[in-house]
Nanobody, 114 residues
């Protein structure tokens, strides 16, 4: 089985920064895609950013230039550095791992106050 454990959420003022972490454990193949999604109240879950095991990244237009996704393959950990946070970034952020199956973390809350 695969487990994803997120950390790093919290409350921050607009313009501030947060760093999310997600550690994966279990039967993880070397080649995979890890990423972050978010779900704001009353909205559908949406892609934030993804990164392949080779380091290729993909970002939602709304976070380009503000968020940076990275990973440590030796630790099976993915990070999301979030800068210049806006109230619109308030959501539950979910870690995602895609191998053959798709796995999700439990979510971590990010609240950005204006």
């Amino acid at each position: 089985q695969v487990q994803l454990v997120e950390s790093g959420g919290g409350l921050v003022q607009a313009g501030g920064s947060l760093r999310l972490s997600c550690a994966a454990s279990g039967s993880i193949r070397r080649i995979n895609v890890m990423g972050w999604y978010r779900q704001a109240p009353g909205k559908q879950r949406e892609l934030v950013a993804t990164i392949t095991s080779g380091g290729s990244t993909n970002y939602a237009d709304s976070v380009k230039g503000r968020f940076t996704i990275s990973r440590d393959n030796a630790k099976n950990t993915v990070y999301l550095q979030m800068n210049s946070l806006e109230p619109e970034d308030t959501a539950v952020y979910y870690c995602n791992l895609r191998i053959i199956s798709v796995y999700w973390g439990q979510g971590t809350h990010v609240t950005v106050s204006s």
